[in-house]
């Protein structure tokens, strides 16, 4: 997040979240087991994507969060962070 404060997050969007009532679990599976049963009630979540900027933002490490893996979303993060240096040697070079 480099020099930016963290902004306030949002956790509104949970009240309206597929998994209410769900076992939490399911969304912690243990190293190796199946994330399969989490992800398929991500998919039809309707949060989904404030559920995965939230993780994202808060550097969650662990469980299924908008219907990602722990290791999808570092690759995002990973991703996301190549971006800010390309953007940040763009801007150096102008
Ligand atoms: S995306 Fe998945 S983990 Fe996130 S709120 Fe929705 S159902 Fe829950």
Request: net charge negative.
């Amino acid at each position: 997040m480099g020099i930016i404060a963290k902004p306030d997050l949002d956790t509104d969007w949970k009240d309206e979240s597929n998994c209410l009532g769900v076992d939490p679990d399911l969304f912690f599976p243990e190293r190796g087991a199946s994330t399969r049963e989490a992800k398929e009630v991500c998919r039809g979540c309707v949060v989904r994507e404030d559920c995965l900027e939230y993780a994202l933002q808060n550097g969650e490490k662990f469980g299924i969060w908008g219907g990602m893996s722990e290791r999808e979303r570092r690759r995002i993060r990973r991703q996301r962070a190549l971006e800010r240096q390309a953007a940040a040697s763009a801007a150096e070079a102008v």
